[in-house]
């Protein structure tokens, strides 16, 4: 087994190239990504379906928590990003993962409830309303899950969401053979369904039209048999669709330091509960951060969950602004800061591995998963 001098050599792989304090737009860093690939891959009995679906997760371990946590080793890293992959038939595998890192010469308090969890003080929650806004990008990248949670368009053919939205740890959650994505489309007054609108046909409501997805990929990290300490730092999943969405998606990049987002802000919309058939759009600052968590207080409900949360920054390659997903929302902390219960909403930071791997599962090519 690799020591902890292996680990910090891997992460130290990754680290990122920060732009001059004196530059004067927000600017995406470049990141040297490690490369995650299949190793071997074992046929699994088929699940039984049998979990709940949970529209949130509750841990009461916070920040100081997970800080304080041991550094895993290189085969226990190697361990949790190893995956599980299930099909629409019901098989379901489990893939081994190596993973490697290449020069620049190379080739290539649990439990506790209240009335209103998760909005804090005024509700600053924006419903988006009308084809103009829901139809065009960002907003037209946030799909809803057929098990009640929100993901994101980040290929042709590709959903992020949460994990806790498939499998709550133990096992895979009902519906989740059948599982489909839902993609907000225009009603026609005359009920017609033909693409070309005209004035005497004009939309006056949405509608979902649902997506069967092919295979679903759930990190190893989660599935240990409950959400709290190491399991939530990977509560992340990519569904792949039968067929492509035709819509612009959003890409994925590594979530850089807090201190270093445009205000310090981060930005998500999605399907919250309390809201039913709406889109839901909020942003916030992050309060606190460790390396594979975002701590925030933007108000949200059990139904956005696997949100993509996104920020927009310069993208000096391109010579333009460019939004990227840097983390997927999770849910509901109650944590304990110097003995006062304090409640957070927690998302998932992409790391330079979890962007590697990700990657991998949409392009299935680590050549085309090296800039982060």
């Known amino acids: 087994m690799a020591g902890l001098s292996t680990l910090l050599l891997l992460l130290c792989a990754a680290k990122d190239v920060m732009p001059s304090s004196s530059h004067w737009k927000p600017t995406w860093p470049s990141y040297r990504v490690p490369v995650i690939l299949p190793q071997s891959t074992l046929n699994l009995d088929k699940p039984q379906f049998d979990a709940e679906a949970r529209l949130e997760v509750v841990s009461p371990c916070g920040p100081e928590c997970h800080k304080s946590s041991p550094l895993p080793t290189y085969e226990e890293v190697k361990h949790y990003l190893s995956y599980e992959t299930l099909y629409a038939n019901g098989s379901l595998t489990e893939t081994e993962v190596g993973i490697y890192i290449l020069s620049n010469g190379g080739d290539g308090s649990r439990g506790k409830s209240r009335t209103k969890r998760q909005i804090y003080g005024y509700d600053s929650r924006f419903s988006i309303f009308g084809k103009d806004f829901l139809l065009n990008y960002p907003f037209s990248t946030s799909v ?170 310069w ?18 902390q109650w944590v304990d800061m110097n003995g006062t219960p304090q409640d957070f909403n927690v998302a998932v930071r992409i790391t330079p591995l979890k962007y590697a791997q990700i990657c991998y599962w949409i392009k299935g090519n680590y050549l085309d998963c090296r800039e982060g």
């Open 144 to 313: 809803k899950l057929s098990t009640g949670c929100t993901g994101t368009l980040v290929a042709e053919k590709h959903v992020l969401t949460a994990a806790h939205c498939i499998h709550d740890g133990k096992s895979y959650v009902k519906g989740a053979q059948k599982l489909r994505v839902g993609f907000l489309k225009p009603k026609l007054k005359d009920g017609s369904k033909g693409a070309n609108i005209s004035n005497s046909a004009m939309p006056e409501k949405m509608k979902f039209q649902w997506i069967r997805v092919k295979r679903t990929h759930v990190p190893k990290g989660w599935i240990k048999g409950n959400a709290n300490d190491i399991g939530m730092d990977y509560d992340y999943a990519l569904l792949e669709l039968k067929k492509p969405h035709k819509r612009k998606f959003m890409k994925i990049g590594v979530s850089p330091p807090a201190r270093h987002l445009p205000g310090g802000r981060i930005h998500f919309s999605g399907y919250d509960n309390d809201r039913p058939g709406n889109l839901v759009y909020r942003f916030c600052d992050v309060k606190d951060e460790t390396y594979d968590l975002l701590y925030q207080q933007c108000d949200a409900q059990p139904g956005a969950s696997g949100s993509g949360v996104y920020v927009r920054m």
């Open 315 to 332: 993208k000096r390659q391109n010579h333009k602004w460019e939004r990227k997903i840097i983390g997927i929302f999770s849910g509901h």
